[in-house]
């Protein structure tokens, strides 16, 4: 599978100023394949793995050892036989979150052996690194100092990369170009993806499994195996008292997101719930990858992150196909044009919408009026303006809350993504769901 992300691996491989490189996501995200294929592309014969969930010897042979670089690369070496030749040799540490000393050596790496490429990764390696508090807030990322190690963000495959993966390279080509009329020659084709994607989502194992089998039962295997991992890893990691609350938390959230207003309401959980109950297992959630926290902004101005009213938040999960897994959505659905999108009040659209803002590096916040007669999905800021942005799950494209959003704070245009062809208004910039993804960030 072709990932957008590996781009972005090149180019730090190609730094003057290169560091250690943290991948950061969910468990089953693809960031172990990444790795191996970067490694088997770019230092066939000169990369040195390690997988420290694995080796227990070598990992507790680590862990009595002192954080000095030399002494780990000794400790690796004796380990797998084989030589790490700094400026040569590229060093893959997976399950890197099993050893703190380990972890936290990264940054000496970067001191005193710079030339020595190293890329890291793990399930759950946020919580080793307790980031979830701290970069909410806009600091650093656990105990890593700024500039000593650099991060990356690994989601699951957007719509783009899933296009790729399944369908033919033309209709993909049509859409990174934008050719307009070409689309919309096409556009059941492209609808017809983009169903497909809602069921199958982004996890890489459910895409390989559809493209080796396409049977959409077999997907569905697959996404609760992987949502049985999830939750062995609820029991394996999480502290115990967290344990009950982290399960609610996380199985509440599709019917969170399928009320009219999908504001996360403790006391939907359980009647007199509390946030400060559920904040712990909230930020454990977040620190492993699994969850969005979408903040309202009050009221949408630049910079964004100095609006956020953290008291009001909507939860989604990193991936659409299991949060259609958790809502029990059928293959059937796949045979009736509109389901997948206007079901659970458009849940599943929406949460589409989500993924391809942060795939795209885009970090939105949501607006509701302080009379609650309106509200738009989502807010981003571009350079120079904040612009909304509405999620419509069908064809019905009424904007009431984007012109009330649009009288009260005047920005240069609003953008609209629905089941409707594309079009180039003055006040409203229209986007079809199956192309939004690739040009959103051209309109901000």
Do not use: C
């Not at 207003?261 to 719930?273: C, E, Q, W």
Request: net charge neutral; charged share 25%; no cysteine.
């Amino acid at each position: 599978m072709q990932r957008d992300v590996y781009k972005k691996i090149i180019s730090w491989n190609n730094s003057r100023k290169r560091k250690p490189l943290i991948l950061m996501g969910a468990r089953q995200v693809g960031k172990t394949w990444l790795m191996d294929a970067f490694a088997n592309e770019f230092y066939p014969d000169s990369h040195v793995k390690i997988d420290l969930q694995r080796d227990d010897l070598l990992r507790e042979r680590i862990d009595r050892s002192n954080i000095d670089p030399k002494t780990i690369i000794d400790l690796i070496q004796m380990s797998t036989g084989k030589h790490i030749i700094p400026g040569k040799t590229l060093l893959l540490i997976d399950e890197i979150q099993e050893s703190h000393k380990a972890l936290n050596s990264l940054k000496y790496f970067n001191q005193e052996m710079p030339e020595l490429a190293i890329i890291v990764a793990g399930s759950l390696l946020g919580l080793a690194m307790g980031k979830s508090s701290e970069t909410r807030k806009g600091k650093q990322r656990g105990s890593f100092p700024v500039g000593k190690v650099s991060f990356l963000d690994v989601h699951p495959m957007s719509f783009t990369e899933f296009v790729r993966a399944i369908d033919n390279p033309f209709r993909l080509k049509a859409l990174e170009n934008g050719d307009w009329k070409l689309i919309e020659s096409q556009q059941e084709d492209y609808k017809n993806l983009l169903r497909k994607y809602l069921f199958i989502g982004g996890m890489p194992e459910a895409v390989s499994n559809f493209t080796e089998n396409q049977d959409f039962m077999e997907v569905r295997r697959t996404q609760n195996e992987i949502l049985a991992a999830y939750d062995a890893d609820f029991v394996k990691h999480a502290p115990p008292e967290l344990l009950a609350k982290i399960r609610l938390l996380w199985k509440n959230i599709p019917a969170q997101l399928a009320k009219d207003n999908k504001k996360f309401i403790y006391t939907a959980l359980k009647s007199g719930a509390r946030a400060r109950e559920y904040e712990s297992a909230l930020n454990w959630l977040d620190d492993a990858g699994m969850i969005h926290q979408i903040f309202r902004a009050a009221p949408p101005r630049l910079p964004l992150a100095s609006y956020q009213d953290f008291s009001a938040f909507k939860l989604y999960m990193h991936d659409v196909g299991l949060l259609g897994a958790m809502s029990v959505t059928t293959p059937q659905m796949l045979l009736d044009h509109n389901a997948l999108f206007t079901n659970f009040k458009g849940a599943l659209a929406e949460q589409f919408v989500l993924q391809e803002l942060v795939s795209e590096g885009i970090a939105p916040n949501y607006w509701t009026s302080d009379s609650g007669n309106a509200e738009v999905e989502f807010v981003i800021q571009g350079t120079t303006a904040v612009f909304p942005v509405e999620a419509k799950a069908g064809i019905n494209t009424k904007a009431k809350s984007l012109k009330i959003f649009r009288e009260l704070f005047n920005p240069p245009y609003a953008i609209r993504t629905s089941l409707q062809p594309h079009h180039d208004g003055a006040d409203v910039k229209d986007i079809p769901l199956y192309a939004f993804g690739r040009h959103i960030v051209n309109l901000t």
